[in-house]
C-alpha cells in the first residue's frame, strides 16, 4: 500500500521545513473531492500519483492522473490540475499552514 496515516506533529514539522526552504512557493493546492472520485471512477484505476508541475504563472501547482494496480500512470484517461492554490486562497492558519 503507498501511503501511511502520520501524526498532526509529523504533518507540521514537514510542511514547516517545506516553508522555510522555499518560502515564496506555493503552500497547498485544494481539489474538491469529485477530483479525487472522478479519477478513481475510471476503469483499473486502483490509486492516484500527484505530480508536482509549474503553473503558467510560474507556481508551483499539481497535476493529478490515475494510477492502475501495475503501477503506472494512467496518462491517457483523465488528468486533473487547476486546483486552489494557497496562497492566495488558504485556509485559516493552522499547524498545517503556519
Not at 517545506?18 to 515564496?24: D, E, G, Q, T, Y
Not at 500519483?49 to 503501477?71: C, H, P
Amino acid at each position: 500500500m503507498a501511503g501511511s496515516i502520520i501524526t498532526l506533529a509529523d504533518g507540521s514539522t514537514k510542511t514547516a521545513r517545506f516553508r522555510r526552504k522555499f518560502s515564496n512557493e506555493t503552500k497547498a493546492v485544494y481539489y474538491s473531492s469529485n477530483v479525487y472520485n472522478d479519477l478513481m471512477a475510471q476503469d483499473g484505476c486502483v490509486g492516484i500519483r500527484i505530480y508536482n508541475a509549474i503553473d503558467e504563472d510560474g507556481n508551483m501547482t499539481n497535476v493529478l492522473v490515475g494510477v492502475d494496480s501495475n503501477g503506472d500512470d494512467m496518462y491517457t484517461g483523465t488528468l486533473i490540475n487547476y486546483g486552489t492554490i494557497c496562497p492566495p486562497i488558504c485556509p485559516p492558519k493552522n499547524p498545517l499552514n503556519s
